[in-house]
């Protein structure tokens, strides 16, 4: 029996685990760090036959060496284990790239880019589903890849789930029906794990410098996005992201370009762009044609109007007629921890942002709500160029609260821009009661959590940070 060696014991890592078990592997499942949690988990796959080791990194010695490596996507991909098992001739791929393999019969829409990921597909997914296609949204949204191919027999059937899914985890699946489309949202880091990944429509959504601690440069950086739209057989840009518009003639001839400045934008013959209140599509040689109202979509932001756009073109590009994307579009509840609207509170309202975990995202976070808002930021600082984000923050920002670990040095930016409307609270549960009174103090109608920071030095991930931020708000109101 093959042997496989699976490590991250996360969501994605029990899908590769539980996907290679049933072709026939025999599987280990490791993780680094222990926890309750990943002891209940380990109990469960052992009942599967998949053997799990918890406060243990994958060694590997010259006995007994694994033939596949399969990658969680929050692991580096040059620790030494994965450059040295490389050396040793051992394949290893990352947990998308094995969902490939299963996956390839089906086509792929897959979303890649620095910010808009998320936003742009879910509403791509939205849009499919409104138009009677199974079409799962998965990868860094949804399901885990693998997840996706565990439902899905070869010959385009859906299969039985797993042992130890949920039945209604499960139902989103649709059971026993095929598989239409795959709809993918695709990091760097699952980018740089695979290596035959070629969706059927690749979109790119924006680019700014982001992860460079793992990626080093930003030319680095870019190549690894570009990988996916290069094996992308159809590609779709934002025209109005600065540095993909000045790439976009030469690197990118023969792609379809987006912008929601009109149609004297456009990059190349074909596109789609925002004309007179209306999504327009311009394809090569024809004339253009109305697609839906930009107003059908309830999020806020000139950013959404370049995710919509995107995601119509998704569709078009799909075949999918525009009495279906009219329906989705304005059906769109929009998405969790991205500008999500929590509650109102004697006028204010309370908008969970908590997705945006760099200085860009959430300087569109800040620009897309009404000011002046009390700002609550903080959190694992990432590398970047803050120097937009300080700066509407002065534009915008009644106050600022600052949590987390960046706080001191947030605190120091802000004095050396000459701003002084902070407070250093440290903590969610005071950040929260303390902005409603600065919100009260400064008639401010917004308290807005973007906190343009990681969160991992306080909680596991940004959505339980933006569920905290809920939990904290709705009881507040309750009170």
């Known amino acids: 029996m093959p042997r496989a060696s699976v490590i991250g014991l996360g969501k994605s890592g029990i899908a590769a685990a539980r996907l290679l078990k049933r072709e026939g592997w025999e599987v280990e499942l490791s993780d680094r760090n222990t926890s309750e949690t990943l002891l209940k988990q380990q109990q469960e796959l052992a009942d599967e036959q998949i053997i799990v080791k918890v406060g243990y990194s994958l060694e590997l010695d010259d006995t007994d060496l694994p033939q596949l490596i399969v990658v969680s996507p929050g692991v580096p991909w040059d620790i030494p284990v994965l450059v040295k098992a490389r050396e040793l001739g051992i394949e290893t791929i990352g947990e998308m790239e094995l969902a490939w393999r299963h996956l390839q019969t089906v086509p792929w829409v897959g979303i890649t880019g620095t910010n808009g990921k998320t936003t742009t597909t879910a509403l791509i997914a939205a849009i499919f589903q409104a138009a009677g296609l199974n079409a799962p949204a998965c990868g860094n949204i949804g399901y885990a890849a693998c997840e996706v191919a565990l439902s899905f027999n070869k010959d ?139 107003s059908a979509l309830r999020m806020v932001g000139e950013h959404n109007l370049q995710n919509l756009l995107m995601a119509v073109a998704a569709a078009r590009l799909a075949g999918i007629n525009r009495d279906a994307i009219d329906t989705a579009i304005r059906e769109f509840p929009g998405v969790a921890h991205r500008l999500e609207y929590i509650c109102t509170w ?22 897309s709500v009404k000011s002046p808002a009390i700002l609550i930021a903080g959190g694992e600082a990432k590398p970047g160029d803050d120097t937009a984000w300080l700066s509407k923050i002065k534009a915008k920002a009644a106050a600022v609260l600052l949590i987390g670990s960046a706080a001191p040095t947030f605190a120091q930016r802000l004095q050396e821009v000459g701003y002084s409307h902070y407070e250093i609270v440290e903590t969610m549960e005071k950040a929260v009661p303390r902005s409603a009174e600065l919100a009260k103090q400064y008639q401010a109608p917004v308290v807005l959590l973007s906190p343009a920071c990681a969160s991992f030095d306080q909680y596991p991930n940004f959505e339980v940070r933006g569920d905290d931020f809920r939990r904290l708000c709705l009881a507040w109101v309750g009170s």
């Open 156 to 294: 385009g059937e859906q299969g039985s789930r797993g042992a130890g899914e949920s039945a209604d985890n499960s139902s989103l699946l649709t059971p026993n029906s095929s598989l239409d489309w795959v709809i993918a949202e695709i990091s760097s880091y699952q980018i740089e794990s695979s290596v035959s990944l070629a969706p059927r429509i690749g979109v790119w959504t924006t680019f700014t410098p982001d992860h460079l601690a793992r990626h080093k440069t930003l030319e680095n950086y870019y190549n690894i996005k570009a990988k996916l739209l290069r094996q992308s057989h159809l590609q779709i840009f934002n025209g109005d992201d600065p540095y993909l518009h000045k790439v976009g003639k030469s690197d990118w001839p023969d792609a379809y370009w987006t912008s929601v400045k009109g149609k004297d934008y456009l990059i190349g013959q074909q596109g789609f762009y925002i004309e007179d209140g209306w999504v327009v599509e311009k394809l090569h040689n024809s004339t253009p044609e109305r697609i839906v109202e930009a």
């Open 346 to 367: 004697e006028g204010i309202d309370f908008i969970n942002d908590s997705k945006a975990t760099n200085y860009d995202a959430a300087e569109v976070g800040l620009a």
